[in-house]
């Protein structure tokens, strides 16, 4: 009986590694920008394309890598594919060290076939300053294969 529950455990394990049932995304910053004005970067633009397998997608992004630490961030713009689109309302956070979004919220349940641009700053709380590491993070699609973009806009004063 054990032995039958081991080849029966091992066969249901391979069936759902084969069908990507525990898969997961990708995400990778596949584009940077720096915009200048009198020799002086002003702007950075990072684009983090991303693959999404419905079991969610992260993505750590260091500030030393692109140097946005102590910088703030202004706007995001989210593209889903034209192709394989992701599910209607998938959400995207930016979480820092102490598990604050910094994109407070505005990246929630976003449109799955129009692009949409935010900016993130409010009256109240003006722009987020970016002081460490923070990880991208995409829930909410179901869609396997679903593909995006995200491009951040970083502003140094």
């Given amino acids: 009986m054990k032995r039958l529950f081991g080849v029966l455990l091992a066969v249901l394990l391979s069936l759902s590694i084969v ?34 397998d419905n079991a969610g997608t992260t993505l750590a ?8 630490q102590g910088w703030y961030l202004y706007s995001a713009e989210t593209n889903p594919s034209n192709v394989t689109a992701p599910t209607d309302n998938y959400d995207i956070t930016l979480i820092d060290a102490d598990g604050l979004d910094i994109a407070g919220g505005v990246l929630m349940n976003r449109d799955t076939a129009n ?34 973009t995200c491009i951040l806009t970083f502003v140094s004063d």
């Fill in 61 to 68: 992004i260091n500030p030393a890598t692109y140097q946005i």
């Fill in 19 to 52: 069908s990507g049932a525990w898969a997961v995304g990708t995400a990778s910053v596949t584009d940077v920008k720096k915009v200048y004005v009198l020799t002086q970067v002003k702007r950075v633009v990072i684009t983090i394309t991303w693959v999404d």
């Fill in 115 to 148: 692009t949409e641009l935010v900016n993130i700053g409010t009256a109240t709380h003006g722009y987020p300053i970016i002081r460490g590491p923070f990880t991208f993070t995409l829930s909410g699609n179901a869609v396997v294969g679903g593909t995006g």
